[in-house]
């Protein structure tokens, strides 16, 4: 079955440094891979969305890498500040379907 | 902010009752996606629908029914609640699209149940 992995470790970083996450899967060739921000007691928000074909894809602070050859996607935030600390979630087109498949997340605790 | 509205915010009932959670959307899209968050597990699908009285299945479904009548509304029912079914459970939506994956989802806050 599908499977993805997020580092359950919340990242602990300094106010103005690049946060990386990591989400990495298996068993599975999605054709495209979205990325959410979570706050606590609310729901999750679309950031970024990357198709299979594109390598790399920026949103203002915001980029997205996607290795279809390593199964990988990474997710970065240039000059993190406080207001980035939250959970992000990644997630998977399931059978180039409408449905995803969700990663478990990954906390960001940005330090002032 | 996409307009859902998820009802009740927070409930606590009893194991055996019935528990209905309504989700509303004033966006006209057409899916519709029913996910309870676990600790660990992350968001897990329950049921989604693809059109008025069009629904199915997803990766958690046992112990869930799901029903939509109109384009604006989606109901996720258990008929008789258990302890494992404490979670928060948030709906979602996400336009029509081709290409499927292609299209963002877009959440409400969720509905916080505990049942005792």
């Known amino acids: 079955s599908q499977k993805i992995e997020q580092n359950s470790e919340a990242l602990n970083i300094q106010e103005g440094k690049t946060a990386t996450l990591t989400c990495n899967y298996t068993n599975y060739s999605p054709a495209y891979l979205q990325w959410y921000r979570q706050d606590p007691g609310r729901g999750p928000v679309f950031l970024l969305l990357?198709?299979?074909?594109?390598k790399e894809k920026r949103k203002e602070r915001l980029k997205v890498t996607f290795d279809t050859t390593l199964k990988q996607s990474l997710f970065h935030i240039t000059a993190s500040q406080p207001a980035d600390s939250a959970t992000y979630l990644c997630a998977l087109d399931m059978d180039s379907s409408y449905k995803l498949i969700f990663g478990s997340g990954t906390r960001l605790l940005v330090r002032p | 902010d996409a307009g859902i509205t998820q009802s009740p915010r927070h409930k606590v009932t009893e194991t055996g009752t019935p528990v209905t959670l309504r989700c509303h959307q004033t966006e006209n899209h057409r899916y519709m996606y029913w996910y309870r968050q676990d600790p660990g597990h992350g968001l897990r699908l329950i049921h989604y629908s693809y059109g008025v009285k069009d629904t199915d299945k997803g990766e958690v479904s046992d112990g869930y029914s799901v029903s939509r009548s109109k384009t604006e509304d989606f109901l996720l029912t258990l008929e008789s609640a258990t302890s494992s079914q404490t979670s928060v459970y948030f709906c979602?939506?996400?336009?029509?699209?081709?290409?499927?994956?292609?299209?963002?989802?877009?959440f409400g806050d969720g509905t916080r149940l505990s049942i005792l």
């Open positions: 979602a939506i996400s336009e029509s699209s081709a290409g499927g994956g292609n299209q963002p989802q877009h």
């Open positions: 990357i198709r299979e074909n594109e």
